[in-house]
């Protein structure tokens, strides 16, 4: 069917078709029209059902948005875009900005204008943006003036790219352009396998990548895991830490409070502290963040209010069980465990409260299919570790990238992790494929290693890795420990962790060295960024 897209960039970088993922929409609930448009399921309808009036958007500063509010402001951003920057269809917009009611209002109308949103994020510096601007071939940027200097900066070789700032009282801001503009706006009719978002991702294991999402892929996530795992309200209060530009805070920030006619905070800073304090201030139900921050709040409890939580979701990297029992214990509030990807969009195995289990990522979310598989493609049999495989209403479409065919693979889709399941359906996560270690003959799991580190009380956080051994000819187990305290830091402390894991674990999977570290190397998103650490054993 012909689209609406003007613009046929995307359209044009797809993966080949044999390179393509294969979808199932085999869910009730999951056959849409050829032609929708995101914004209609998530904001557009609530208007035509009379919801206008409902709280929609919070922020510090007595920012108070109700549905009709953003749906206003949605659409003279949407003119503006389309009568005085001349976006068409299809076009590419970038969007820098901290997690704000402006960046969230700008995303959505550039989608309601059957643009392209490529959202970035608030800590990149000018060479990674260059490299967005070039890839995703980007025309025009949306920007919180506080952030331009760098957006300026990765521009400098790109002059033809217009910037457009906003939160800002300059005369041709968007601010300023908006109150020339028509509240009203038709909301472009694209087909529902039109590109919506470029979202980049957040380079754990090197360059990053750009995922291509639809209009369709978007919603799907909304009637899987959103529908079936969250479970939202109308009167939840979500907030989190994750950026806008992470599909894991788009979605649990955005796509499904809006989806579900429920409201979102969103903070502009949110460490653990301020998340904990938001929580209390403006009764948050439903939280998305890190294993890292849960792990640091909850020592923080007894000084906070957080009995308005029922949900409490993380993902990004796997959730050390010892962190899962604690908060339990401290709030019971179970939280929800799950694994999704930028190339997926969001979570795809995860659990309902009700379901989950300890030390358990959870069960495939209803809607997705996983298995676990041998190098070959192969199914293995139950409690064998293996790649994790799916297959659902979304997947990997790469822009333009060889690694297309190593992330899909006859129809499935190969996240890059190894993991095991067990009789009832649960997933357990062993490790990234790229972090199982292979030392004398054994193969052991970093993240295992890693959590046995953590069980300790001298230990905030851990990172394992593989670290060649020349003389022996094999690997050795190396852990780069960050201590809770400067004192910590000698020989001894390493010996005695040494053997703190001995007495939980295997002793052979026992770090063979131990580095304590001021901090690990993180993406802006929070996740370890592992390979520079095995390049930085490589090296020793």
Partial sequence: MEGAHVDRFAEDHLPPPDAMPDLRFDLAGLHYPQRMNAVSYLLDRHIEDGRGERRCIVAPGAID???GDLHRAVNKIANVLVRDLGVVPGARVLLRAPNSPMLAACWLAVLK???IAVATMPLYRSS?????????????????????????SACERNPSIRLIWFNS??????????????????TVPTAADETALIAFTSGTTGVPKAAMHFHRDLI?????????????????????????AFTYGLGGLLLFPLYAGAATLLLEQANPEQLLHAVGEFGVTTVFTAPIAYRTMCPMLERFDVSSLHTCVSAGETLPKIVFDEWLERTKVPILDGIGSTEMLHIFIGSPREKVRSGSTGRVVAGYLAQIHD??????????????AVKGPTGCKYLDDERQRAYVQNGWNYPGDAYRIDEDGYFYYVAR????????????????VEQALLAHAHVREAAVVSKPDPVHGTN???????????????????????????????????????????????????????????????SE
């Fill in 375 to 388: 190098d070959e493609g192969h199914p293995l049999p139950i409690g064998e570790v293996g790649r994790l």
């Fill in 169 to 186: 009282d300059a005369p041709d801001a968007v601010e300023a352009l908006m109150d020339g503009a028509h509240e009203d706006f038709e």
């Fill in 476 to 538: 050795i187990v190396k852990a780069y420990v960050v201590v809770v305290a400067a004192e910590h830091r000698h020989a001894r402390k390493a010996d005695e962790l040494r053997e703190h894991v001995k007495a939980l674990i295997a002793p052979f999977k026992a770090p063979r060295e131990i580095e304590f570290v001021d901090e690990l190397p993180r993406t802006h998103t929070g996740k370890v960024q592992r390979y520079k650490l095995r390049e930085r054993a490589s």
């Fill in 128 to 152: 990674e943006l260059r490299y967005i601007i070039e890839k995703a071939r980007i025309g025009l940027a949306l920007c919180d003036a506080r952030l331009g200097e760098e957006l300026k």
């Fill in 433 to 448: 494929t790229d972090d199982m270690i292979v030392s004398a003959g054994y193969n052991i799991s970093g993240p295992e």
């Fill in 220 to 244: 799907a996530t909304c009637d899987t895991y959103g529908k079936h795992v969250l479970r939202a309200r109308p009167d939840d209060l979500f907030t989190g830490s994750p950026p806008l």
């Fill in 65 to 67: 948005w109700s549905y």
């Fill in 113 to 115: 204008a059957g643009a």
